[in-house]
T-cell receptor, first 114, second 110 residues
Framework: GAVVSQHPSWVICKSGTSVKIECRSLDFQATTMFWYRQFPKQSLMLMATSNEGSKATYEQGVEKDKFLINHASLTLSTLTVTSAHPEDSSFYIC??????????FGPGTRLTVT | GESVGLHLPTLSVQEGDNSIINCAYSNSASDYFIWYKQESGKGPQFIIDIRSNMDKRQGQRVTVLLNKTVKHLSLQIAATQPGDSAVYFCAESKTYKYIFGTGTRLKVLA
């Protein structure tokens, strides 16, 4: 089956620094990818839609200047958490649809901001 | 950060019994529904899906029921096993965007 990878799987950074998370579709091209955030004991919350060749679309309440998304190619989307703070500590998950009824999730990236 | 006081509902089931996990979805226009299983520290794992033109779909040991009248989705797991212990999420979709439900933790008792 199709695989979506994320890198890194976990990262610890200091408050005020920026961290980049990569999401790759390994065996199919994805013009659209999605980024989710999941706090402990909570559901996945859609943050933004990453669009290859155009700007990302952010969900209500998500700061676009804080969570920078770049869909660099048809197999790669990156999420950069800028000026990270402890409240940004979370599990970040991406997904990529192969078609409208077939979407694959990455394994997630655990971000801890100290 | 973490929201204080927010906990997933938990369903405890004896090993070998059947489990039923329920989900209410919000958008009557959603036309595709999916159940995912998530183990601690991992991404969601696809279990089964159903399109809005169906009301029941069966997989291996799992069945999904869709009631569009009351916007309700359920996941039935037959002969629940210890490996089924996880958090289960339903998701609804219109086009590619998925909206996830709140989740239910399934605990399988030996």
């Amino acid at each position: 089956g199709a695989v979506v990878s994320q890198h890194p799987s976990w990262v610890i950074c200091k408050s005020g620094t920026s961290v980049k998370i990569e999401c790759r579709s390994l065996d199919f091209q994805a013009t659209t990818m999605f980024w989710y955030r999941q706090f402990p004991k909570q559901s996945l919350m859609l943050m933004a839609t990453s669009n290859e060749g155009s700007k990302a679309t952010y969900e209500q309440g998500v700061e676009k200047d804080k969570f920078l998304i770049n869909h660099a190619s048809l197999t790669l989307s990156t999420l950069t958490v800028t000026s990270a703070h402890p409240e940004d500590s979370s599990f970040y998950i991406c997904s990529a649809p192969r078609d409208i009824y077939e979407q694959y999730f990455g394994p997630g990236t655990r971000l801890t901001v100290t | 950060g973490e929201s204080v006081g927010l906990h997933l509902p938990t369903l405890s089931v004896q090993e070998g019994d059947n489990s039923i996990i329920n989900c209410a979805y919000s958008n009557s226009a959603s036309d595709y529904f999916i159940w995912y299983k998530q183990e601690s520290g991992k991404g969601p794992q696809f279990i089964i899906d159903i399109r809005s033109n169906m009301d029941k779909r069966q997989g291996q040991r799992v069945t999904v029921l869709l009631n569009k009248t009351v916007k309700h989705l359920s996941l039935q797991i037959a002969a629940t096993q210890p490996g089924d212990s996880a958090v289960y999420f339903c998701a609804e979709s219109k086009t590619y965007k998925y909206i996830f439900g709140t989740g239910t933790r399934l605990k399988v008792l030996a």
